[in-house]
């Protein structure tokens, strides 16, 4: 044990992830938090590749993968099968999406696994595009990114929409709800394993880097994510008993431009753009440290 | 025991039986009385399953293989639009060869939409690996979800089963059936042992990516899976006899005054039992009808078509699908074993029509009179 971690590896090296990606670091880190009683389940997507070229696996824990948009769901089948078998409180379920398959494809059978309770923690590694079929926009994809189904062109610059709230969407349905940070570790590695802890389905979403989808330096993706956490890009928080909790705060926040500019998705933004998400930053974080201030029972 | 009840319901009672631990369900006509059966008997505490009520069909058969995959028995049920948007999954239940049972209540697809029985259904799913059978009584649609358990279940099988059940026709159709004995059951379809399965003690890799050198490989091994589950069929099929009496042809196909037969249709489902009663009715006008019933559609029992067929001189395949474009697919699939026959395809019974004892005479008719003829009764 480091740190109340085991030192066994779950999601072993030699997996065929890119040089510098958040997601591997992410899935290393939420295994350990899991521990070895853990039923992993993947949705289609760059970790499901990278980590099972048959014959090889990188997965140390019992895995399945069936689809992109059905994780939730095949994962409600292996929580019913555990508990008619009586092993229900002796193993964990994971359940590893990425954004496309979280926010967009994946969001009805997520839905229906947190509105029936299945046990189960939910990990969304939010690389913010579809990057395993190569980087085409998502649901989470931020404001006026490039990605190659919104490039930054002449005419349209990048994608056209705000992200949707997906943390805000689990917590209706009554959810264990937090975000986390790679450049947080503890804080993330807490996180997991309270939501093992918890009744039915709990969603932990956490920012993901990705060199070749943003093109950032491939040394980069734990400053990024630092970067995030202290522009306000990406609040740390809880959401629990449908109140909202600040896990933490920046000591010395940054502007958001030093976020963008690690990236090249968003270096064609124009002053009034990066302003425009400056705004909308400022006024998510409003909303949410308004709503922990209140201590209100939100959800 | 013998009772009259719905086929549903015998369906239900089937699944019961056979001690399923999960049943994700969705509802959709005309599946819905099984799964509301089940429901009800679970919630009487007469079986000890969990009820997954899932928010689609897609995701009512991945969770039948994640339950699959975590080593219990499994069962689901389904039609037409449901069965469609678990197009995707089926492929993957079979491809990942979990012996999952589903039964379907047979109805047309959408557009216009339409909720009476075709076979269009199961039939745009008859190359998703899994093996498909399809019945025509109530008794036989209880008997062969009982089977199907023995025969996916079995190791040089170990593929999912669909049966396949006349939406209203026979789904919702009263029939006095022989319900075998728990204690019968539970002799004939031993405890589900799972081969591999989801285990933290012994932590395996379910649904890798296969690479081009690699794939074909799989697809061959379900290939051949298939091929071995004809004897294994046939098996379970005498097995099921010697336990209750009861037993249907080879268990693939059964044949109905075929011997002396010179012209025969060939069907599947429900409308066979109207067939038998035209070709009693004509044998005694001295026609020398018969009947190739194909209770399995997958894996297709060639052989033993071809050796039924040998002797006719024209054959009427009733099709209630339509493989728009190409003709009936029960009918392309036996004029490729049977070249050199005269096969007419006869197109019917799609959305609801019914198939009455005016459309097998005139299929017999067109066997006798025209030559590999495709024909519409409307
Ligand atoms: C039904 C279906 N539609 C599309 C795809 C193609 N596809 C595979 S992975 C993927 C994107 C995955 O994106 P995300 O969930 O964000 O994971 P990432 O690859 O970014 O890690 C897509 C579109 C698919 N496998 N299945
Ligand atoms: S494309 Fe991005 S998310 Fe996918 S493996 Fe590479 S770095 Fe990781
Ligand atoms: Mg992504």
């Given amino acids: 044990m480091i740190m109340g971690l085991p030192e066994e590896e779950y999601f072993a090296s030699g997996h065929r992830a890119c040089a510098g990606c958040g997601a591997a670091i992410i899935l290393r880190h939420a295994l350990k938090a899991a521990g070895p009683n853990t039923i992993v389940v993947s949705a289609t997507g760059c970790m499901e590749v990278v980590s099972s070229p048959y014959p090889e696996t990188a997965w140390k824990l019992p895995w399945l993968h069936v689809a992109f948009e059905n994780a939730a769901a095949a994962a409600s089948g292996i929580d019913a099968a555990l508990k008619k078998m009586g092993k229900r409180d002796s193993v964990n379920i994971l359940v590893i999406g990425g954004d496309g398959g979280t926010f967009d494809i994946g969001l009805q059978a997520l839905s229906g696994a947190a509105e029936r309770g299945n046990k189960l923690t939910y990990l969304c590694y939010d690389n913010e595009a579809y990057m395993n079929t190569g980087i085409q926009r998502s649901g989470a994809t931020p404001k006026y990114a490039s990605t190659t189904t919104t490039p930054y062109g002449l005419k349209i610059h990048g994608k056209t929409q705000f992200p949707k709230n997906m943390p805000f969407i689990m917590a209706s349905h009554g959810c264990y709800v937090a975000t986390a940070n790679i450049s947080e570790f503890m804080d993330f590695q807490a996180k997991m394993k309270k939501s093992f802890s918890k009744p039915g389905v709990s969603y932990i979403q956490i920012l993901s880097p990705c060199p070749p989808g943003w093109k950032s330096q491939t040394d980069q993706a734990v400053k990024i994510s630092q970067l995030a956490f202290s522009s306000r890009v990406t609040p740390l928080y809880e959401i629990e008993d449908g109140r909202i909790k600040i896990s933490k705060e920046p000591v010395k926040p940054v502007p958001v431009s030093e976020y963008l500019k690690t990236q090249q998705r968003f270096s064609q933004m124009s002053a009034e753009e990066r302003a425009e998400i400056q705004k909308f930053v400022d006024s998510e974080w409003g909303k949410i440290s308004g709503l922990a201030k209140s201590g209100l029972k939100i959800f | ?378």
């Fill in chain 2, 1 to 378: 025991m013998r009772k009259l009840i719905e086929t549903s319901d015998a369906v239900a009672q089937a699944a019961m039986l056979c001690r399923p631990l999960v049943i994700p369900m969705y509802p959709i006509t005309p599946q819905t009385h099984i799964v509301e059966k089940l429901a009800s008997l679970i919630s009487d505490g007469n079986l000890d399953a969990e009820m997954i009520h899932t928010e689609s069909e897609h995701s009512a058969m991945s969770a039948a293989i994640g339950a699959s995959a975590a080593g219990v028995r499994v069962f689901t049920a389904t039609a037409s639009q449901g069965l469609a948007l678990m197009h995707e999954v089926l492929f993957i239940a079979s491809g990942m060869r979990f012996p999952i049972v589903m039964a379907v209540a047979n109805r047309s697809l959408s557009a216009p939409i339409n909720i009476w029985n075709d076979q269009q259904d199961s039939i745009a799913e008859r190359d998703s690996g899994w093996i498909q059978f399809y019945v025509e009584t109530a008794q036989e649609a209880m008997d062969t979800t009982i089977m199907a358990y023995k025969i996916a279940e079995n190791k040089d099988v170990l593929l999912p089963v669909m049966i396949c059940i006349d939406g209203f026709t026979l789904s919702h159709v009263f029939e006095p059936v022989d319900i075998p004995e728990q204690k019968a059951i539970d002799r004939f379809l031993p405890k589900y042992e799972p081969g591999d399965k989801l285990d933290v003690k012994n932590p395996k890799s379910f649904g890798p990516i296969a690479f081009p050198d690699t794939f074909a490989g799989f697809r061959k091994m379900q290939d051949e899976a298939m091929g071995r589950s004809i004897d294994i069929i046939k098996n379970v099929n005498s097995e099921f006899k010697k336990a209750f009496s009861r037993s249907y042809g080879d268990g693939l196909v059964e044949n109905y005054m075929i011997e002396d037969a010179e012209y025969a249709i060939v069907a599947m489902g429900s409308a066979c039992g109207t067939a038998r009663a035209v070709i009693d009715e004509m044998r005694k006008k001295g026609k020398k009808y018969g009947m190739i019933r194909i209770k399995c559609m997958r894996p297709f029992p060639r052989e033993e078509i071809i050796s039924a067929a040998k002797p006719l001189k024209g054959i009427a395949v009733l099709d209630r699908n339509i493989g728009l474009g190409a003709g009936g697919a029960l009918f392309t699939e036996i004029k490729a074993i049977l070249p050199e026959k005269n096969v007419n395809d006869i197109i019917l019974g799609l959305g609801g029509k019914d198939i009455t004892i005016e459309d097998i005479k005139k299929s017999f008719e067109i066997a006798e009179k025209e030559n590999s003829s495709t024909q519409w009764l409307l």
